[in-house]
DNA sequence: GGTTGTCCTTGACTTGAGTCAACAGAGCAC
DNA sequence: GTGCTCTGTTGACTCAAGTCAAGGACAACC
């Protein structure tokens, strides 16, 4: 497929002329990136932005001793590394594909003179923007008012609400990148999935997981109720 | 001060013209609120965004059991509550004034007609988005792979930047929405002070805190080091 | 087939920070 | 003055979740 073509099919770009998308294919980049290479890094000057086209990339922050907090996976369609076009020119987090990954580039003069005459890009900007600050908002939520039981059990039930008549869910990501996800470490996910599992909220196996009491976890993830015990 | 000389002030409409200028005074709302009332609610429909007058206004979470995390405080000039102009039509969080305040409410329908029309406020408004998600992630880094010292030594040391030659830093609010501003509580701050001056990083009178030891404090807030025992 | 590396789990232990309770000082109301 | 609320501090205790260490399952690769 053409970069014109990838393009008339990115949700941002929904609403752009013809000649608009032909604009922005000339100067746009490809790029793939292996698992475990960088793409960018935290605080590092940025002059552009992507949207992944296939794969799925990590954006993650890092502790001093290397201990990362996700903060989000984004798929084909989405567009990442896009604040620095706005404010400030440096990446405010680091990210990595999952796995081999293609993404497109677009250079930020480009780019910033499009949405000046651009009213439907523009909104749809400002949409994506308010989405990730309202998904943030509720990770701080989460990270400062919940333990980790609510916080896994808001994170089954919301792959749930996708995939909505089933009342399995299949984990997206292994079980050490979910860890990192819910700001936690594998040995805690792996004992609350077991605690869930004995206490019957959940059955596990292996990536995928059957929610068996749906309002129970809904009471764990808001806090009203904590697992037991034993 | 009438609504449109406020409206010119304001580093968001920088760049806007008179008489555009004049059509967002026509349609801005003044509102004044008491210490304690409620501004908006977490999940309460939003037709529009605010931007404050005097006073200060705070943005926060509330878990089950009453525990605050703020996410925001806003003073004069500041825009807020503008997500749900963008996406979802609900407020993310909670909003209340620290003190009494006076606010500018801009309606959601008029807003987005300006801005379709106007690169400069476009870009004034993303610069804002970005800038706020470039926090929450410093926010979301800080409470998921920091120690509540960590935190508290990078709050000291942001809140010295501004007044950079002096070693002094004035805390803006009291200790109690400090705790909640960091993600702990009155007591767990109370006692790292305490610490924290025993170790001879900072000193502490009332809200003014010196800070002696700066280096000592970096290091605490990239984990570096970690505050002894006693 | 064996080696290697990734992913996941389990056990024993430690600890940061929260809960609960009590109290002191400041400011304000009456 | 006396009482009241708000803010901040301190002590004793508890507990969620982290660290450290070990081992199992599995696939990939030579």
Redesign the interface.
Known sequence: MDKKAHIAQMPLFEGISETQQQDLASIALLKTFERGETIFSDGEAGNGFYVVLSGRIKIF?????G?E?I?HIFGPGEPFG??P????RRF??NSEPLEKSSVMFFPRTAF?DL???N?SL??N???V??????R??????D????EVPGRLAAHLLDLNARQPESSQVALTVPKNQLAAML?TIPETLSRILQKMTQQGFIKVDGKNISLLDREGLKELS???RRLSHE
């Open positions: 922050k890092l502790s001093a001793d201990k907090q903060l896009e604040v076009v706005f404010e400030g405010p987090a910033i949405i000046k005459r009213p523009v909104l900007m400002l949409g923007l308010s989405r990730r600050l309202r943030f908002a509720a990770m701080i939520d990270l400062s008012l919940k700001g808001e806090g009203l």
